[in-house]
């Protein structure tokens, strides 16, 4: 798809969506910043990236502190000269009602990963974007959409107003040059969902693919996928657009 030589920071790089897409870059000749909190995981993301003959560069950081955010910008432009792709796929999830007592924690918690670190990231990326005619992926939610899952008011809020932000950042970022996209997944099989209800005793997946139109969950590589075509030249006319690839769950939650 044209991305040998671009260099491509992906946050949430360690596990799930955010490693099956910098896998993918990597296996389309991309020089991969890898940014993530667990150090083992990023690791093993890294040899399989490396086993495609690019460079990669490993980035500890946390996306909800700001002093992460400006080393994770700072980190690449060093290494690399120059920033051709952003992949926000970092995310935090949080079960509260807005009733209940820790209700303003999780919500912090969440809005700070979930968004402010989008908006951050972005700002800061952005003059380096401009200067390659490059583009942001935000990962975003079919949750942004309509409510999936009940006492998730934080989670849901979050992805609407990543969303939103798409939007506003890719009409503020076009006459430069930059596109602005977000990916919404339904339920994918990954770390991060599957920790959610780690507690609860039952088959979480066989529960899921009840809940979509076409009876099953994607995995994180189709998600990778949808994310490299925003990226590439093949989408170029594409921009402040959300893409929901939710194996109808949606659909079905309105029959």
């Not at 996306?63 to 690449?76: F, G, P, Q, S």
């Not at 120059?82 to 807005?98: P, W």
């Not at 972005?122 to 390659?132: K, M």
Request: charged share 20%.
């Amino acid at each position: 798809m044209g991305f040998r030589d671009k260099v491509v920071i992906v946050t949430g790089a360690s596990s799930g969506i955010g490693a099956a897409t910098a896998i993918k870059f990597s296996e389309q000749g991309a020089n991969v910043v890898l940014v993530a909190r667990n150090q083992a995981r990023l690791k093993e993301v890294a040899d399989k990236c490396c086993s495609h003959g690019v460079k990669y560069c490993i980035i500890i950081a946390n996306v909800a502190k700001k002093d992460d955010i400006k080393r994770v910008v700072a980190t690449t432009v060093e290494r690399f000269g120059k920033i051709d792709v952003l992949v926000n796929s970092a995310g935090v999830g949080g079960t509260a009602a807005i009733w209940d007592s820790n209700a303003m924690e999780v919500y912090d918690k969440t809005m700070a990963t979930n968004l402010r670190s989008v908006v951050y990231l972005t700002n800061l990326a952005a003059p380096h974007l401009i200067n390659t005619e490059g583009n942001i992926v935000n990962i975003s939610s079919a949750a942004a959409v309509d409510i999936i899952l009940p006492e998730n008011f934080a989670y849901c809020t979050s992805k609407a107003g990543l969303d939103h932000f798409t939007r506003s950042a890719a009409l503020d970022l076009a006459p430069k040059g930059v596109r602005v996209n977000s990916v919404n997944p339904g339920p994918v099989k990954t770390n991060f969902v599957q920790s959610k209800y780690k507690t609860e005793q039952r088959d979480c997946w066989s529960k899921f693919e009840t809940m979509t139109a076409l009876g099953r969950i994607s995995h994180p590589e189709e998600i990778a996928n949808l994310v490299l075509f925003l990226a590439s030249d093949k989408a170029k006319a594409i921009t402040g657009s959300s893409y929901i690839t939710d194996n109808g769950a949606l659909l079905k939650k309105g029959t």
